[in-house]
């Protein structure tokens, strides 16, 4: 098998207050350990950016919040795809690009667990990839449910990884992981 890393929105503009109270402040550095041991053993890294189309979001392109993460930053040789949705294999060559090369595992972090990181992860598995989904490389924000409730980003965040585990991927630690490769 060949696996890669797919390291999702890891943008500057999940910094902004824009987003309200998020779990996880470990996450950039187990993304930057993940995207580290890739490198070293020469495995693929893949980067997406997501491009908002909405006029406040602070991912919208030409905008500060667009760029990526420092502990998250492409270097020369690995491929971005740049979305305008939640899930990374839509409205890209993501899928044509892993076929391509031979990639059929594909390990994923990056942010919000429940949105992009949720729809990439689903839509890898339903399109036949081994897929691992780093639980402690991934992170979200709160949420206030249609009943009014505000959910913290930790229950969000553990009831993503809950609906995804066993069924679209495994779910495991970044340390889990980097044994594993």
């Known amino acids: 098998m060949s696996s890669a890393l797919l390291v999702i929105d890891m943008q500057q503009g999940f910094d902004d207050l824009y987003w309200g109270k998020r779990n996880n402040p470990q996450c950039e550095t187990n993304v930057a350990a993940l995207i580290a041991a890739y490198r070293k053993k020469g495995q693929a890294v ?16 030409n905008q500060p919040g667009n760029d990526f ?41 990056g ?30 924000f709160n949420r206030k449910g249609i009943d009014g ?3 913290s980003a930790d229950e969000i965040h553990q009831s993503a990884l809950a609906s995804l585990n066993d069924e679209f991927a ?3 630690s970044t340390e889990a992981i980097l044994k594993l490769f």
Not at 50 to 61: D, N
Request: charged share 20%; with cysteine.
């Open 46 to 61: 893949i980067h997406v950016q997501h491009m908002s189309v909405e006029p406040q979001s602070p991912l919208r392109p």
């Open 69 to 109: 993460k420092p502990e998250a930053l492409p270097i020369a040789g690995e491929k971005v795809f740049s979305k305008t949705v939640n899930s990374a294999f839509i409205g890209t060559d993501l899928e044509k690009y892993l076929h391509a090369n031979g990639i059929d595992e594909l390990v994923i972090c």
């Open 111 to 140: 942010l919000t667990t429940d949105h992009c990181v949720s729809t990439s992860t689903r839509m890898a598995g339903n399109l036949g990839f081994k897929t691992y989904l780093v639980s402690d490389a991934t992170a979200t």
């Open 149 to 151: 409730r505000e959910w």
């Open 170 to 172: 495994e779910v495991l």
